[in-house]
């Protein structure tokens, strides 16, 4: 029984850090139809960001979280506007945007690896490597830390997507843009907003990462099916089902990698992401956009 | 006639493919019904598009009070006091009722003020109050309707254009939605309707537009447009209006 909970426990942790990576992706594709590949490489550079500034002066990761996702913001107002304003009205945007991305993810994968090598990285605060013992069953801080913020990040995002303004004209414009517009929206300015949040969510990804996994330039090729199958089950756009699935998927796949093999965990993913295209396409909380 | 809106001699088409409307004209008075009628393809949507900004103009000119729209936005337009409901009504499926009404008053920015609209709509839809926090999507398509239309009286706009209403909707549904359009017009709202049931639309309406090929080919009171024998053969079927 201990040994169960232990493997839950260890799931639910990584699978908030899986949810938060996956948000962002999700956002951005909700309100824009960008299927963002570059999202990982860029959760990477978030990483190095924050390793950065630990090597450099101490800082710890967490409290360099704002700080990674305020430069990541930036970033993708700039991207937005030098690579997708223009394709908006592209008859080919969809293809358009599948092609910018893959060129913006290996850019990002060269400037990293000129930048810091291609050696796996870690930060090492003194909480990565140490636990809470509660009986039998221990809980790693960091993973515990990385989990908790992750879920509180996507819970003041939920809120704001709820009760905000600008969190209603975000929803909006991901449900029928056509029709946001008519109501007063200005949806350029809310899909450069919904970008540079999906980025920041990325930036604060990349935070928590540097210390729940190792990492180096070209791991984004891993994490990039890892996380388009939690964002197709959990419902293309869809906040809610991004969380449901990165939690339901990881504690799988904590079991899985327990009782089968390591090297079969992350093939949970990949099984996750064939099956749900097969059987039920629009997943688990996505809609068909027709009306009723 | 003291014209509200004035479209004079546009032309406009979709991205960069041939011109749908040219020579597209029209006069809108206020507080009064207008209705756009024609075959398909003789570029009635497409009007009510590039009135609202959703298309570009290429050539002509859009007068609205006195300003010229061209060039303008559609988030810009409505705040102009013109307000579009498109053929797919427009709605947002995931969102309530409530969500949806409060979205139609985004432009307001007091918060208080646009509570108080919402409210005032639900009191004087109660089809809509009785479903104020089921998703829109859930709704038939009447309610739908209802609601798209409702939904553009929160910010009391000058002009509610209305692209095919009753597109879908049973008959006896089609009448609560012209007697909507008649509440609006009473109240000093003025209405550009587009209709394919020309006949219906021509009776519910002041003034009628006859479009085709995408120029205006006739525009006069509608009983005059009902009455003529030409537009009768035309475009109602020959069906003599009652």
Known sequence: MAAILQILILGLALGGVIALMGSGLSLVFGVMRIVNLA?????????YITYW??????????????????IMAAIGVLLYRLMFERETNSVKYSEMTVLLTFALAMMVEGVLGGLFTNTQRVTSPDYATEAFFIGDVFIPKGQLYAGLVSLTIITALTLFLKYSRLGYAIRATTQNREAAELLGVNVNFISILAFAIGLGLAGAAGSLVSFVFSFFPAKHWEWVAMLMSVVVLGGMGSILGTVVAALLLSVVAAFVGTWIGATWSTMTFFLALFLILLIRPQGLFGEKPEMA | MSELLQVTNITAGYGDGPAILDGAHLTVEPGKVHCIIGPNGAGKSTLLKSIC???TIRKGEVVFNGKRLNGMRPDQILREGICFV???RALFPKMTVRENLRMGGFI????KKLERRIDEILERFPILRERAEQHAGTMSGGQQQTLAMARTLIIKPAIVMLDEPSLGLAPKVIQEMFDIMKMMSAEGVTVLLVEQNALMGLKNSDWGVVLDLGRTLFEGPAGDVLADPRIQELYLGGNKAA
């Open chain 1, 53 to 70: 500034a630990f090597k450099a002066s101490g800082v710890d990761p967490i409290l360099m979280l704002p700080v990674s996702a305020a």
């Open chain 2, 108 to 111: 307001l920015d007091d918060h």
């Open chain 2, 53 to 55: 900004g959703m298309l």
């Open chain 1, 39 to 47: 999202h990982p490489s860029l959760i990477i550079a978030g990483a």
């Open chain 2, 86 to 88: 498109p053929q797919e």
